[in-house]
Each structure stands twice: as C-alpha cells, then as structure tokens.
C-alpha cells in the first residue's frame, strides 16, 4: 500500500519535531552548567573576598581559578547560542513541514471529494442511461 504525500509528511514532522526536543534538550543542559558555572564563581569570588586569612593565603590560586571559571562560562555561552540557533533551525523546519503536510491533506481531501462527485454523477448517468430505460418499461 502507497502511503499518501500528507502521510509521508506527518512522519517527517514527527521525526522533526523530535530532532527539535533533542536540541531542546541540549540546550537544557548547557543551560543547567552555565548555572552551577555560576554559583561556582560566585563562591570562588566570595572567598576572594573574604577576610579570613586562610583565604587571603589562597587569593593567588582564587583568581587563576576565577580565570578559568570565566573561561569556561564564555565557552558554554558560545555552546548555549549555537543551541539556541540550532533549536530555532530544527523548529522552523518542523513548521514548514507540518504547513506542507496540512496543505498536501486539504489537497488530498479535495481530491477525494471530487472523485466521491464524479462517483455520483457516474451513477446517476448509469442508473438512467437507455438501455436501463428500455428494461424498465417492457
């Protein structure tokens, strides 16, 4: 059995709309590391500023490691807008497809209702035709 253009597409945008949760999902997580990232510096700064004096013994290592944090968050931030643009890609994708799926069925749904036309009409035009006609009135 042929499956239907409008078929096809509802398939295609259930795999679409998955690769978009997917995406969705990635982005999550990055978002999810950029927090803790967070609270990681913020502690870190917190101890660098701190008047305790085994911090300020350790103000040296603080801010390497504040160096690095902040690299790292740049470098998931970096991550975070490629998965925001890939998550825009996957949905605008996804649209596109269920606007060609919803126009392939109305075209389909056209078409079988001018074929459930020329159905009837073909049996009118059968059901009266002469040779009906001669049998009906013997």
Not at 68 to 75: E, G, I, P, S, T
Not at 95 to 113: F, K, P, V
């Amino acid at each position: 059995m042929t499956k239907s253009r409008s078929e096809k597409l509802k398939r295609l945008v259930a795999v679409q709309r998955h690769l978009e949760q997917m995406a969705e999902s990635e982005l999550a997580e990055t978002s999810r590391q950029r927090r803790e990232l967070a609270d990681t510096i913020d502690v870190v700064a917190d101890a660098m500023g701190s008047a305790h004096p085994l911090h300020a013994m350790f103000s040296g290592h603080y801010a390497s490691q504040l160096g690095r944090l902040a690299q790292k968050d740049q470098m998931l931030h970096s991550i975070q807008q490629v998965h925001e643009n890939r998550v825009l890609k996957e949905r605008a994708k996804g649209d596109r497809l269920a606007d060609n799926m919803r126009d392939a069925r109305d075209i389909e749904d056209r078409a079988a209702a001018d074929e459930a036309v020329y159905d009837l009409v073909d049996q009118h035009v059968l059901g009266t035709s002469p040779a009906s006609g001669k049998v009906g009135r013997s």
